[in-house]
T-cell receptor
Framework: DADVTQTPRNRITKTGKRIMLECSQT?????MYWYRQDPGLGLRLIYY???????NKGEISDGYSVSRQAQAKFSLSLESAIPNQTALYFC?????????????FGPGTRLTVL | QQPVQSPQAVILREGEDAVINCSSS?????VHWYRQKHGEAPVFLMI?????EQKGHDKISASFNEKKQQSSLYLTASQLSYSGTYFC????????????FGTGTRLQVTL
C-alpha cells in the first residue's frame, strides 16, 4: 500500500465551486506539505504544517485554505475555484527527526477548473 | 525566489554523461534533488547538507558549493531510465525545512 495517498486522483469542476483535496499518510511523519505544479514553473509550495496545531502559508496561498485534521491527514480546499487553479497538486510528508528532511510525495491530484 | 536550474533541457544518447546545475542567490542549508517521470510523483535522488553530509543513491552523485550557493547533479553512463524532469529544491538557512523548487531540467536519454 502507498505510504502517501491523495484523493481524488482526477477532478473536473466548474468555476465557483468549492473543492477539497485530501491527503493521508501512514508514514507517521509530523510534517505535511501541499504543492502545485504547473508546466514550466516547477513545484510551488501552497501551505505546510509541522504538526496538527501548526499551519503556515507558502509561496502561493491566496485562494486556498487547509485543514490538518490529524497527524495523518492534511486537506487542501479551494473555496471558489477559478480556471487558473487548474494544475497538478501534490501532497508531501517529512519527519522532523530526519536531519535531511527528505520529502515523500503522494501520487498527485490533477484538477481542472472549467 | 526560486533557484535557477540549467540547462532547461538536454538530450543524451545512452551511455553519455550529463551535469545539471542549481543556483541560488540566498544562503542555503541544504539542496535536494528529485526526479519526476511523466505523470508520476517526484522521487528522491539526493540531499546535500551544508557542512558536507549527504544522502543519496549509489549511482547518483552531486556536489554542493556552499560559498557559491550552487549544486550540481552528475549523471554518468546514462540509461534510458534516467529520462525525466529533474528538480532541485533548496532549503534556506533559518527557514525551518521549507523547500523552494527550481523550474526543472528535462532530460531525455535516447538509444
Amino acid at each position: 500500500d502507498a505510504d502517501v495517498t491523495q484523493t481524488p486522483r482526477n477532478r473536473i469542476t466548474k468555476t465557483g465551486k468549492r473543492i477539497m483535496l485530501e491527503c493521508s499518510q501512514t508514514k507517521g511523519h509530523d510534517r505535511m506539505y501541499w504543492y502545485r505544479q504547473d508546466p514550466g514553473l516547477g513545484l510551488r509550495l501552497i501551505y505546510y504544517s509541522f504538526d496538527v496545531k501548526d499551519i503556515n502559508k507558502g509561496e502561493i496561498s491566496d485562494g486556498y485554505s487547509v485543514s490538518r485534521q490529524a497527524q495523518a491527514k492534511f486537506s487542501l480546499s479551494l473555496e471558489s475555484a477559478i480556471p487558473n487553479q487548474t494544475a497538478l497538486y501534490f501532497c508531501a510528508t517529512s519527519d522532523s527527526i530526519d536531519i535531511y528532511n527528505e520529502q515523500f510525495f503522494g501520487p498527485g491530484t490533477r484538477l481542472t477548473v472549467l | 525566489q526560486q533557484p535557477v536550474q540549467s540547462p532547461q533541457a538536454v538530450i543524451l544518447r545512452e551511455g553519455e554523461d550529463a551535469v545539471i546545475n542549481c543556483s541560488s542567490s540566498k544562503a542555503l542549508y541544504s539542496v535536494h534533488w528529485y526526479r519526476q517521470k511523466h505523470g508520476e510523483a517526484p522521487v528522491f535522488l539526493m540531499i546535500l547538507l551544508k557542512g558536507g553530509e549527504q544522502k543519496g543513491h549509489d549511482k547518483i552523485s552531486a556536489s554542493f558549493n556552499e560559498k557559491k550557493q550552487q549544486s550540481s547533479l552528475y549523471l554518468t553512463a546514462s540509461q534510458l531510465s534516467y529520462s525525466g524532469t529533474y528538480f532541485c529544491g533548496t532549503e534556506r538557512t533559518g527557514t525551518a525545512s521549507k523547500l523552494t523548487f527550481g523550474t526543472g531540467t528535462r532530460l531525455q536519454v535516447t538509444l
